[in-house]
């Protein structure tokens, strides 16, 4: 629904950039892809590598505290029999809370994990935005539009690639922010 909406607005602006006082020839519009720019850009695979590095910790602090209460629970099964009923309810007691608490680890890694894939997320789009307004300025673009919001656009006006390329050149260290074609 959101796209649908934002498609009409667009249309709505077209037609007015196309009815007002501006001829066809001083319009000159393009769009991108953010997916793409977000799988192909250095932040974005430097932030895909972030999170998969996040996610392989917590895996592997999942496993260490799985294999923990699968010891555990193995040892009372072996001693059940030669045990007390208090100190087999003392450590079933202990092997029910240390799963709730590996239960919980893992609910809290996966939202840590969804509040730094938003962080990044945000902080990418806010910094490509930029990009894409100071090129805009640059090369004459009257308007660029994100690509889910474009029903029909010929390729020629798919600027995706020269925005990745912008913006991997404001993040190199020894670039300057100046936007090259």
Known sequence: MKKIFLAFVAALFLGAVF???????????????MLK???????????????QQMLSDKQTKLAE??????????????QSSIISADERQRREDKLQKE?????????????ELSKK??????KMFDEVTKVIKTY?????????????VVLYA?????ITDKIIK????????AQTNKIKK
């Open 65 to 78: 505290r799985r294999k923990e209460i699968e010891k555990m629970q193995k040892e009372l099964d072996k």
């Open 117 to 122: 894939k938003e962080e990044l997320a945000s």
């Open 154 to 158: 010929p390729e020629a006006v798919d």
């Open 37 to 51: 720019v977000e799988k192909e850009s250095l932040a974005g695979k430097q932030a895909l590598k972030t999170l």
């Open 166 to 173: 912008a913006y991997d050149d404001t993040k190199a260290p």
């Open 136 to 148: 805009g300025k640059e090369e004459g673009y009257t308007l660029i539009l994100d690509r889910s």
């Open 19 to 33: 009815c007002g006082a501006a001829s066809a020839a001083d319009i000159k519009l393009g769009y991108i892809n």
């Open 99 to 111: 799963y709730k608490d590996y239960q919980r680890y893992g609910s809290d890694s996966q939202d």
